[in-house]
């Protein structure tokens, strides 16, 4: 539950969208008179104020047409509010964010229970427009706020055995509806290779387009883990653990057959059950009565993220290593 | 739509029952259609995100609703000591292969963009789609000889032929569940509950019949 309501929250989607376009312009304008070495290392314009924080537009943002604010937040996987995709929005109030407290713990030096404020206190936000591919053949493209998880866990000083981060979602089932039923092994647990866990790219999220993250979408805090399956995103975390062996993942546990731990978007290794070379792409432009009439585009290896994050598996069988 | 089926076949209805009928008969068949116009309006109401994938659950669920109403009848007709019932049979029957036509007929032409070479790997590499295809051309010829005609033409035969509903029922529960996460499995596994009762009441009946003759 968002207990105060930030200035972002009342701007309408249509404005802030305006807005936004009004200070890339502004942007570019300042590149143009050759101001752009002033500026630090990926910072783009200033979009909004979060939470009385500057939020910075991430430069290498995807210029795709977006999925709406309405589409992104009305059709979501969050089974701990329910298995069907309408069910989160309409539980998203049974999920009690305040207080949050994320317990550090395994082979690291700083662990122990951080308050969600000094979590975030020392971290500049971004706005970065990513990909995400669901599993299940659909994809959407978000602008998420947050900071590179990288940066929060060498707060935590890893030692040398944390070859992996394991991560869990809060386990409430006296709230959450969905997990007053064993649809899947509770807490939600998912997990990252520590390479993967630093890559750059891997965000962890406060929110989306401009607003904090919504009960379904995740509130509080929640990974963006672009070249992944959605899945691997894990929601409302509450537990950081660093581990010298791979976490048992809660979808790799119900049907290991089905979902592995790297669940790297791959269109050439299909789910045993449908194909994953394509994907229906939800975005404003698709929505209505057009969209029973768009094309599904071709999956793209690593999520289009390739160029980035390839170099990470280049010892692996992505096929066995699904 | 000329309903006149071949449900109904040897049982003699009171005079009562065939007025009756003609006002039942108008309300189904009207009640049958909503399903079908939620599912539109939902569309133009854009209320799915996914519109597609919507509609192909929406259609799939009710043309197996629709099958299993089907095997009700009987059941019905017998415990209630309804006769008239069976009349609406060949009706329901043929709105579960209206929603099972509709449902393909989605897959094909707007998930699949009527792309002949991908639709026939998906046959045959998806078990689940094997087997959905399966029970579409079982449902076929249980459709095109849904008519009297039909009925006198083939006798003996044509409950011999019907009785093939029970199976294919079973292939669309299975064509359910194999495409489901583990998840959400529990709905396809209600539908699995109801068929098993309903051929149970069917073979307790045939035991008994034996026990009797």
């Known amino acids: ?322 | 739509m000329n309903t006149r089926v071949a449900s109904g076949r040897g049982i003699t209805i009171p005079e009562s029952d065939v007025n009756f009928l003609k006002l039942v008969k108008p309300a189904v068949f009207v009640a049958c259609l909503l399903p079908f116009f939620m599912v539109v309006a939902g569309v133009f109401g854009n209320k799915f995100v996914d519109p597609i994938e919507s509609l192909l659950l929406m259609t799939g669920e009710w043309g197996l609703r629709f099958l299993l109403l089907t095997l009700c009848i009987t059941p019905l007709q017998i415990t209630f000591k309804w006769p008239w019932i069976a009349r609406l049979r060949g009706m329901i029957g043929l709105f579960a292969f209206f929603y099972a036509t509709l449902h393909l007929s989605i897959w094909v032409v707007l998930d699949q963009r009527l792309n002949l070479g991908d639709v026939v790997n998906a046959v045959i590499e998806k078990p689940f789609i094997t087997v959905g295809i399966l029970a579409w051309l079982g449902l076929l010829p249980l459709a095109l000889t849904s008519n009297r005609f039909s009925v006198v033409r083939l006798g003996r035969k044509w409950k011999k032929l019907h009785s093939v509903v029970y199976l294919l029922t079973l292939l669309v529960v299975v064509h359910y569940i194999w495409q489901v996460k583990a998840s959400e499995v529990l709905e396809p596994l209600a539908y699995l509950g109801v068929l098993a009762l309903l051929l149970l009441w069917r073979f307790a009946r045939l035991i008994k019949r034996d026990q009797a003759s």
């Open chain 1, 1 to 322: 539950m968002v207990s105060k309501i930030r200035s972002s929250e009342i701007t309408p989607e249509s404005v802030f969208r305006q807005r936004r376009m009004i200070l890339q312009a502004a942007g570019l304008g300042l590149g143009a008179v050759g101001a752009t070495a002033l500026l630090p290392e990926r910072a783009g314009a200033a979009t909004s104020d979060f939470g009385g924080k500057k939020v910075v537009e991430w430069t290498a943002s995807t210029s795709e047409p977006q999925t709406s604010f309405e589409q992104a937040t009305t059709y979501n996987n969050f089974y701990e509010l329910g298995t069907d995709k309408g069910d989160p929005v309409k539980n998203a109030d049974k999920l009690v964010t305040e207080p949050w407290t994320v317990e550090v713990g395994g082979e690291c030096e700083k662990g122990g229970m951080y308050a969600l404020e000094d979590i975030l206190k020392p971290h500049a936000f971004e706005e970065r427009v990513y990909r995400l591919r669901c599993v299940e053949a659909w994809s959407m493209v978000i602008p998420w706020v947050g900071f590179p998880l990288g940066d929060l866990l060498k707060r935590f000083e890893p030692n040398s055995n944390a070859k992996y981060v394991e991560f869990k979602t809060l386990l409430d089932p006296a709230n959450l509806p969905g997990q007053k039923f064993p649809v899947l092994q509770w807490p939600y647990v998912e997990g990252l290779r520590i390479d993967e866990a630093m890559h750059p790219l891997t965000l962890m999220a406060v929110g989306l387009y401009g607003k904090e993250l919504p009960g379904q979408s995740g509130a509080p805090l929640r990974l963006v883990v672009p070249w992944k399956y959605g899945f691997k995103s894990i929601k409302s975390i509450v537990s950081i653990n660093f581990t010298e062996k791979q976490p048992d993942t809660s979808w790799n546990l119900s049907a290991p057959r089905e979902y592995g731990f790297y669940s790297n978007v791959n269109p050439q290794v299909s789910h045993p059950r449908w194909s994953q070379a394509k994907e229906r792409r939800l975005d404003a432009d698709s929505s209505g009565f057009g969209a029973l009439f768009a094309e599904k585009r071709d999956t793209e290896m690593f999520n289009g993220y390739a160029e980035d994050v390839a170099g990470l598996y280049t010892d692996l069988d992505l096929t066995r290593n699904f």
